[in-house]
T-cell receptor, first 112, second 112 residues
Framework: KAGVTQTPRYLIKTRGQQVTLSCSPISGHRSVSWYQQTPGQGLQFLFEYFSETQRNKGNFPGRFSGRQFSNSRSEMNVSTLELGDSALYLC???????????FGDGTRLSIL | QKEVEQNSGPLSVPEGAIASLNCTYSDRGSQSFFWYRQYSGKSPELIMSIYSNGDKEDGRFTAQLNKASQYVSLLIRDSQPSDSATYLCAVRSGGNTGKLIFGQGTTLQVKP
């Protein structure tokens, strides 16, 4: 069974640009959660989607947004990139959101 | 007070010893508790989940939960050098489907 797939693995952007990250969950999983991991703040919850609806949102500015498609694949968008957005962005999936989450390999975003 | 707290370590144990990793949480409504292992440069990998008070064993790993004390721990028996990693405690509060709150992680070093 394929795991959670995140693309791309690495991204380099400059300040002010925008970026879109993609996540394909484990087959059959309908809940997709996004996290940001930095050395200083650790793993922080961004948002969670289920059946194309955002059910939970963390304390991030509106520059961070996401969506989920009917096949449960999810995308995360960050607009007007700032240096502080440099981080590892992790996607995790579970069947409904109540079960243990399984993580993808992440997208490492570097802002120059 | 952080929502989920862990001693950052490093915790150093000799090969073959028992490693004890601890985690406290502040939300009494927390219902689900997870331990993840993260090797340097990799994404978190699920080790254990626990939902009710008491012990849960899986191979060399034992998770312990005490909701009255708001405390969860992970014991690793017969520690191996390959267990050297950062161990993340994650908590899901009731109603917050798909949202995990992570501790900062404890770095474990197992010395041959």
């Amino acid at each position: 069974k394929a795991g959670v797939t995140q693309t791309p693995r690495y991204l380099i952007k400059t300040r002010g640009q925008q970026v879109t990250l993609s996540c394909s969950p484990i087959s059959g999983h309908r809940s997709v959660s996004w996290y940001q991991q930095t050395p200083g703040q650790g793993l922080q919850f961004l948002f969670e989607y289920f059946s194309e609806t955002q059910r939970n949102k963390g304390n991030f500015p509106g520059r961070f947004s996401g969506r989920q498609f009917s096949n449960s694949r999810s995308e995360m968008n960050v607009s007007t990139l700032e240096l502080g957005d440099s981080a590892l962005y992790l996607c995790a999936s579970s069947l409904t959101g109540d079960e243990p989450q399984h993580f993808g390999d992440g997208t490492r975003l570097s802002i120059l | 007070q952080k929502e989920v707290e862990q001693n950052s370590g490093p915790l150093s144990v000799p090969e073959g010893a028992i490693a004890s990793l601890n985690c406290t949480y502040s939300d009494r409504g927390s219902q689900s508790f997870f331990w993840y292992r993260q090797y340097s440069g990799k994404s978190p990998e699920l080790i254990m989940s626990i939902y009710s008070n008491g012990d849960k064993e899986d191979g060399r790993f034992t998770a312990q939960l005490n909701k009255a004390s708001q405390y969860v721990s992970l014991l690793i028996r017969d520690s191996q050098p390959s267990d050297s990693a950062t161990y993340l405690c994650a908590v899901r509060s009731g109603g917050n489907t798909g949202k995990l709150i992570f501790g900062q992680g404890t770095t474990l070093q197992v010395k041959p």
